[in-house]
């Protein structure tokens, strides 16, 4: 499975856009890249997903270059209630599509 | 429709007790999992499934089993516990791949276990 890489930790002011990046260098031809959000003492919650190029819903937009080396997901205008810890997650279709947790990012937003 | 239903919610077990963390599901999902999370971590596999009478090991498999009698319920069985095993444990399901890949899985709520 490939191994993602994403910061610790970012800190961001309400009404800003924030953008966490994840780097996953050895992603397979049939790998999927998901991102999720956890607050503290619940279950992870699914925000997107997508294979390549650009993905958007109502919450999130997910960028992926063309080499699909890496992911960035994007949250407009964040608020206080955004604040949690965000994972990047490589699915490999060909393992049966594992979802394997690294570390996350751990965003603060402030007032 | 309940998503994912895990019990009990808290739990206290002495070294060498074993014990069973309920699991159920009332979407015909396909696949289920199991995760713990120790303090300031991030989530580890422990086993999953990905249908009825089919499992396969996580992560962190050692002092775990599993089993996946029907397609709503994934119990999972602490052997004889240790401090180590001293965690939240969150089980999680999704519906199978279909036509491409569907990584949007559900949570339950958690089990905080401690081992004393």
């Known amino acids: 499975l490939a191994k993602t890489t994403q910061p610790i930790s970012m800190d961001s002011y309400e009404g800003q856009e924030v953008n966490i990046t994840c780097s996953h260098n050895?992603?397979?031809?049939?790998?999927?890249i998901t991102w999720y959000q956890q607050f503290p003492s619940q279950g992870p919650r699914f925000i997107i997903q997508?294979?390549?190029t650009k993905v958007t819903n109502e919450v999130a937009s997910l960028f992926i270059p063309a080499d699909r080396k890496s992911s960035t997901l994007s949250l407009p205008r964040v608020s206080l209630s955004d604040t949690a810890v965000y994972y990047c997650?490589?699915?490999?279709?060909?393992?049966?599509?594992?979802?394997?947790f690294g570390q996350g990012t751990e965003l603060s937003v402030k007032p | 429709n309940a998503g994912v239903t895990q019990t009990p919610k808290f739990q206290v077990l002495k070294t060498g007790q074993s014990m069973t963390l309920q699991c159920a599901q009332d979407m015909n999902h396909e696949y289920m999992s199991w995760y713990r999370q120790d303090p300031g971590m991030g989530l580890r596999l422990i086993h999953y499934s990905v249908g009825a009478g089919i499992t396969d090991q996580g992560e962190v498999p050692n002092g775990y089993n599993v089993s996946r009698s029907t397609t709503e319920d994934f119990p999972l069985r602490l052997l004889s516990a240790a401090p180590s095993q001293t965690s939240v444990y969150f089980c999680?399901?999704?519906?199978?791949?279909?036509?491409?890949?569907?990584?949007?899985?559900?949570f339950g709520q958690g089990t905080r276990l401690t081992v004393v």
């Open positions: 997508g294979y390549k």
């Open positions: 997650l490589v699915a490999s279709y060909n393992q049966g599509g594992k979802l394997i």
């Open positions: 050895n992603i397979a031809t049939n790998d999927y």
């Open positions: 999680a399901s999704r519906s199978g791949p279909g036509t491409g890949m569907n990584t949007e899985a559900f």
